[in-house]
């Protein structure tokens, strides 16, 4: 048929009969994709699901859950990674052989709490009012920002800030807080997308699963949306899952603190998946949940 010929439908095998190929379902998404709307129904349950969280935490949990639950796959939401947060408030508190507890609270309520080592002995009462000059001086800061302007601060009024502000360069160093570790991953839905016939195989079910139980690969293919121009991105064959990627899907999109990005939610399922429903789906959570995580400040 023409469609063959033009690389739209192949034959799996010489008993099976035609389905559409991944050329196929990116024409569909790039023609009807744009026009989708979400029902009222799935519009109100959304609401209804998001409405429930007392915390970001819980946002992320129900957003995840309801992402799987609309798309019958896996529901992924990636937390802002330490640099994306803006301070609230931050402490330190000295532990044993010489490490360190940093709890980070930020303007959309987010609590980030880690331990790590730190090379420079400082004291509680040092660690203390170095906790007091970040929280005085930068709320609304990213640790980014607050890095460059510690650089300034310290080549500008040595005198008066060098202890203080080398002390708080060293403590938001991201080799010291391991940002590469640090954003948390929500996902709801492995069952569902290790039980569609795509994966029957069990070669490409362990991928599959491997890629979930791995995270990192998850978090990688998540945050790629953020640089796209698209609202939502589709990612149609997923190269970074070998084998078993090539039946899948990807469905992102970001979520932002009064219009400034923070992480990314989606959809990860097969490639034959409802693609209408998914991607409104996925816009509307992360719609309402900027709107509610910006929100949390003024409450």
């Known amino acids: 048929s023409d469609l063959e010929e033009d690389g739209y439908l192949y034959q799996p095998h ?30 109100t349950f959304i609401r209804e699901q998001l409405a429930a969280a007392q915390t970001p935490a819980e946002i992320m949990e129900r957003a995840s859950h309801v992402l799987a639950t609309l798309s019958h796959g896996l529901g992924i939401v990636v937390s802002p990674p330490l640099s994306k947060l803006t301070l609230e408030h931050i402490r330190f508190m000295a532990l044993p052989d010489g490490r360190l507890l940093v709890v980070l609270i930020s303007q959309g309520g987010i609590t980030r709490d880690k331990v790590v080592r730190l090379d420079l002995p400082l004291s509680q009462d040092e660690l203390d009012r170095t906790a007091n000059f970040l929280t005085r001086h930068y709320i609304g800061w990213t640790l980014d920002a607050i890095r460059a302007d510690l650089l300034v601060l310290i080549a500008r009024e040595r005198e008066r800030y060098e202890r203080l502000a080398k002390n708080a360069l060293a403590l938001c160093d991201p080799r010291v807080l391991g940002e590469d570790t640090s954003a948390q991953l929500y996902v709801e839905g492995a069952a569902q997308i290790a039980s569609a016939p795509e994966f029957a195989d069990a070669e490409q079910l362990r991928e599959l699963l491997g890629a979930i139980e791995e995270k990192r690969k998850l978090v990688i293919l998540l945050t790629g949306c953020i640089e796209e121009p698209e609202p939502v991105h589709v990612q149609i064959g997923i190269k970074e899952i070998e084998n078993a990627g090539a039946h899948l899907a990807l469905i992102s999109a970001p979520y932002a603190f009064y219009d400034r990005v923070q992480g990314s939610l989606g959809v990860l399922g097969p490639m034959r998946m409802q693609y209408e429903r998914a991607i409104t789906a996925v816009a509307y959570v992360a719609q309402l949940f900027s709107k509610q995580l910006s929100g949390s400040e003024r409450s």
């Open 14 to 43: 010489t008993s099976a009969g035609r389905v559409p190929t991944a050329a196929a379902y990116r024409f569909f998404v790039q023609e009807y994709g744009a026009h989708a709307t979400l029902s009222p129904e799935d519009q």
